[in-house]
């Protein structure tokens, strides 16, 4: 931690929660070649919200924490092809402009 600098970059997720004032959005990058139904996407974000409220929940009172039930939204989703996106919402952001990272080069697996 110390190398890399992470807590001097105040980006963990505690801060990120203390930044949403006790919120936290996500958008999902889906390095997938297969569809996501409508219900995928919400069954995902469903399953987000309860991990990390399974872990936060024992952190209320604790050091100052202050929260206890921490909204977690999906507010988008970054794919290759946007027709990966079935039954695709108003509402849904879908983001396709692509970037070259470390968890895009395939050939370092």
Known sequence: MLKENSVGR???IFDQIFAGKGTI???IRWQSPKNLTLQQRQDIERMLG???NNWTKHLKGDD???YGDIPVKVVG???????Q???KQ????VYTQTIVDELSRTDQL
């Open 85 to 87: 996106i079935l039954n």
């Open 77 to 83: 989703w970054a794919v290759a092809n946007p027709a």
């Open 50 to 52: 309860r991990q990390l």
């Open 64 to 66: 100052g924490w202050p």
């Open 90 to 93: 108003p509402n849904e952001i």
């Open 25 to 27: 959005n996500y958008v």
């Open 10 to 12: 105040k980006n963990l």
